[in-house]
């Protein structure tokens, strides 16, 4: 029997599972997917927001403001790149300029450090490839991180302190049974069914649904779309604070920002869907971003553009956060309709939830043995001499795989070789970027390729790009044929 169940591994999932690492329990993170991270959390902004935005009084702008302060620490215990560039609301029109205005007062209620407002004159002086512009608010506690390898990071940590974590584990029912004391039966998509005493829902854009398994939800999730375009390093520079504009009822409009690895990303729009999973990028809803992103940054050049993707927003018709235990279902905590700003209120939202879980009756002994660091090797960012040095010690670092990042082969076999380690190519390149640059994978996918499956044990037709069923070569077992009919374009 577990102390705590968690389903989805997203970045509030993962955080979760992590802080409960600190004490005596036995935890469990739940995941219906192959990978951890690959709901909301591997498409959005990747922006620690300030905190000035979102109103003054809701969760949001509680959890926020206080996870923002936390990413510091917690990014440097866990090796996750992360960079307070500030960021910088522009006002183009006078009516933006009144919205700005309240936007200070605003974050300034909401306990948001150093918030000033620029003249257009300082703006230019310090991002002289904006539009004019009239006023724009600064932040600097603004900041962009490494989101998907944050969220991996936060479940591996867990994992290495004693949680446990289940993928291709789709949760299908829920139960609640009295004993003593009760608990609930989890069941899952192949057949098992997990104990545990406590429940914890943070299932995104599925909350739900999830929710509905054992009690008539009390919010409904709407999801919403945003698309991106992800440009090449050459134009990581064009701006050096994350470029807002001030935000609409529609959320915060589209950005545009440098990213923790040098590349520019500018989005996303806004659109609902229906569907929770619905990650098709459009031409219009493209050519939307960029219009409204090219009226902050003129000079964007869209030649540069390397990939685009959308992520969805788990919006709930309760306008903020939901943290809460479960009507009628002690000890079920929801975490749902975390739409933005949860990638920077995670860490607030994993304490948040730790104190409900406290007061629904779960006992929190702190464990002394706790590893809180978790060590990564980036290798383009290291000294020549350290370089040299572990070249050395380990000659997989002399050899380059991804030529376009610079990805050497040992960072490749630490990705595939520590705890949760990756088993599909997007899982490498999620944690430690191969196919990330200018090529997407051209060059070294084939590679890639050869090592999982020299790692695995398993013939290369057998190594999928990303979620179960995406092969890349063309099956020839047969458990592939029956899987996708034959069909090689999966
Ligand atoms: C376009 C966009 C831009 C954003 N930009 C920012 C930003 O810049 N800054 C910021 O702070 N926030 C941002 N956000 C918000 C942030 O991305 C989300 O708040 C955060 O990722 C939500 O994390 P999550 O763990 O709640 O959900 P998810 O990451 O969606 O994770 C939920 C997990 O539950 C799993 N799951 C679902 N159903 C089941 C089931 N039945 N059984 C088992 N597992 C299940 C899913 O597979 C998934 O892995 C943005 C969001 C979007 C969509």
Redesign the pocket.
């Known amino acids: 029997m577990y102390d705590v169940a968690i ?9 979760l599972f992590r802080h409960l690492a600190r004490f005596k329990l036995r935890t469990v993170l ?4 192959n990978d ?14 300030a905190g000035y935005d979102p109103p003054n009084g809701s969760l949001m702008a509680k959890y ?1 403001v206080e ?1 923002n302060r936390m990413f510091d620490g917690l990014c440097q215990e866990l090796s996750i790149p992360f960079r307070r560039n500030g960021s910088l609301v522009v006002a183009l029109t006078q009516e933006e300029s009144k919205g700005l205005e309240s936007l200070l007062e605003n974050g300034q209620r909401n306990g948001v450090p150093g918030l000033e407002l620029w003249t257009q004159e300082h703006v230019a002086a310090m991002e002289p490839n904006l539009a004019p512009c009239r006023q724009a608010l600064y932040a600097p506690t603004g900041g962009i991180v490494g ?1 998907y390898e944050l ?1 991996t990071a936060l479940a591996e940590n867990g994992l290495v302190n004693g949680g446990n974590v289940l993928l291709e ?4 029912g829920i139960e609640k049974i009295s004993g003593q004391p009760d608990y609930f039966n989890i069941k ?2 192949n057949g098992r069914v997990i104990a545990s005493r406590f429940l914890v829902n ?6 739900d ?2 929710h509905a ?1 054992i009690a008539p939800p009390n919010y409904k999730i709407h999801p ?5 375009f992800l440009f090449d390093h050459s134009e990581g520079t064009r701006v050096s604070h994350t470029i807002f504009r001030v935000p609409s009822p529609l959320g ?1 409009g589209v ?1 545009v920002t440098p990213t923790v690895h040098g590349n520019l990303l500018v ?2 729009n ?1 659109n609902s869907t229906d569907d ?2 619905d990650t098709a990028t459009s031409d219009s809803g493209l050519n939307t971003v960029k219009v409204s992103a090219l009226q902050t940054v003129p000079q964007l050049n869209f030649r540069k553009n390397i990939r685009n993707f ?5 919006r709930s018709d309760r306008q903020d956060f939901i943290v809460e235990e479960v009507a009628d279902v002690p000890g079920m905590i929801d ?2 309709g ?9 860490p607030a939202i994993a304490i948040a939830a730790t104190e409900l879980l406290e007061r629904a009756g779960l006992e929190l002994t702190e464990k002394p043995t706790f590893i809180s660091r978790r060590e990564q090797i980036y290798f383009m960012s290291l000294s020549p001499q350290e370089k040299q040095k572990l070249i050395q010690e380990n000659a997989a670092y002399g050899r380059i795989i991804c030529r376009c990042e610079s990805i050497t082969e040992g960072e490749v076999l630490d990705s595939i070789r520590r705890p949760l380690g990756a088993s599909t190519v997007d899982g490498v390149k999620r944690r430690c970027r191969p196919g990330s640059g200018r090529c997407q994978g051209g060059f070294c996918l084939p590679k890639v390729m050869t090592i999982l499956a020299r790692e695995r044990g398993v013939p290369v037709e057998e190594i999928q790009q990303d979620r179960s069923g995406s092969w890349i070569v063309c099956p020839t077992n047969r458990k592939a044929q029956e899987e996708t009919g034959g069909r090689c374009d999966v």
């Open positions: 389903i989805g591994s997203g970045i509030i999932g993962a955080a739940i995941e219906r997917e951890v991270a690959l709901g909301a959390t591997r498409a959005n902004s990747a922006i620690v927001h926020n996870g989101v969220a584990s789709e949760v299908i899952l998509c943070a299932a995104g854009t599925w909350a649904k999830i398994l919403n779309k945003g698309e991106y915060k950005l989005g996303p806004s929770p999973d959308a992520g969805v927003r788990a975490l749902a975390i739409k933005s700003p949860g990638l920077s209120a995670s």
